[in-house]
């Protein structure tokens, strides 16, 4: 049973950081192709930061240059560091793999705001 548990959000202003974690069961994050996805209320679910099974990553311009996907192997856990928050980036963060995705855990809320 393919399961993943979203941890690390909360609130935090313009310009703070969180660190993401994603601790998967059932599967093997360094298997597959990665990402991590947010949704805003009212938005459609977006992929914000991807990393392959070679470990290439990639991400979309908007969060370009302030989060980093990683993940540690031996704790089978992925992680998204977020770096100068800002209000835009308010939304409930999943992770998954990228493909035969259509198990989904909670999810964890990050909310920027002053």
């Known amino acids: 049973q393919v399961q993943f548990v979203e941890s690390g959000g909360g609130l935090v202003q313009p310009g703070g950081s969180l660190r993401l974690s994603c601790a998967a069961s059932g599967m093997i994050i360094g298997n597959s192709a990665m990402a991590w996805y947010r949704q805003a209320p009212g938005k459609q679910r977006e992929w914000v930061a991807l990393?392959?099974?070679?470990?290439?990553?990639n991400y979309i311009a908007s969060v370009k240059g302030r989060f980093t996907i990683s993940r540690d192997g031996a704790k089978n856990t992925m992680y998204l560091q977020m770096n100068n928050l800002k209000p835009e980036d308010t939304a409930v963060y999943y992770c998954?793999?990228?493909?035969?995705?259509?198990?989904w855990g909670q999810g964890t809320q990050v909310t920027v705001s002053s």
């Open positions: 990393i392959t099974q070679a470990g290439n990553t």
């Open positions: 998954n793999r990228i493909s035969q995705n259509n198990i």
